[in-house]
């Protein structure tokens, strides 16, 4: 069973388009990463969010935290091809389990 | 260079072979975790250490074994391997929580026969 579903699980856009990932649970988490993955490589860290309500830019990149600690969005303005990639959010569950989401495939095209 | 590090990259085997992965890390880091990674499931954690000599079980412990004797090192091994353990394997590393960003080795793609 995920702990955090995360929708839409592809996405296909054109260059300059925007778009918005969501991952959702109905559990509470003390703080909600986002890590991008590419191809033949391991996951990297793109954000950490820790505050109820928290909203985080990074470039062309906002990350919102749920009021609640429950949910969080990605929004990527403006796409470009180099955001391509395998987007996925993680929670921390009970004494150190780490847990992911199915992740979000984002496809971009020039 | 600050790196996790995992041996082989790429595992070919039959069922039943015992089998260990590697995963070694420079950052003298204390949280280490072992993943799953199957098409449409994401990332699964199969164990997890908080420091030497702890460690624990992830969601998908069943068929992996593993032990932190040393805090650089920690290996997955696969006693005796099935066919539903073919995936792609990730190790990572934190400097003490799993909060804390997470380090990925570079995978190792297993297939069993």
């Known amino acids: 069973t995920q702990l955090l579903e995360q929708s839409p699980q592809f996405l296909s856009i054109q260059e300059g388009e925007n778009l918005t990932v969501y991952c959702n649970s109905s559990?509470?988490?003390?703080?909600l990463q986002w890590y991008r993955q590419e191809p033949g490589e391991g996951p990297v860290l793109l954000v950490t969010?820790?505050?109820?309500?928290e909203v985080k830019k990074l470039k062309r990149l906002t990350f919102q935290f749920g009021d609640a600690r429950k949910d969080s969005s990605l929004h990527i303005t403006a796409a470009q091809p180099g955001d391509t990639g395998l987007y996925l959010c993680?929670?921390?569950?009970?004494?150190?389990?780490?847990?992911f989401g199915a992740g979000t495939q984002v496809v971009v095209t020039p | 260079e600050a790196q996790v590090t995992q041996n082989p990259r790429y595992l070919i085997t039959v069922t039943g072979k015992k089998l260990t992965v590697t995963c070694s890390q420079n950052?003298?880091?204390?949280?280490m975790s072992w993943y799953r990674q199957d098409p449409g499931l994401g990332l699964r954690q199969i164990y997890y250490?908080?420091?030497?000599?702890?460690?624990d079980k992830g969601d998908v412990p069943e068929g992996y074994k593993v032990s932190r004797k040393e805090k650089r090192n920690f290996p997955l091994i696969l006693e005796s391997p099935s066919p539903n353990q073919t995936s792609l394997y990730f190790c990572?590393?934190?400097?003490?929580?799993?909060?804390?960003?997470?380090?990925f080795g570079p995978g190792t793609r297993l297939t069993v026969l």
């Open positions: 993680a929670g921390a569950g009970s004494w150190g389990k780490l847990q």
């Open positions: 950052m003298n880091h204390e949280y």
């Open positions: 969010v820790v505050t109820g309500g």
């Open positions: 250490s908080m420091n030497v000599e702890v460690t």
């Open positions: 559990s509470v988490f003390s703080s």
């Open positions: 990572a590393s934190s400097l003490a929580t799993p909060t804390d960003t997470q380090y």
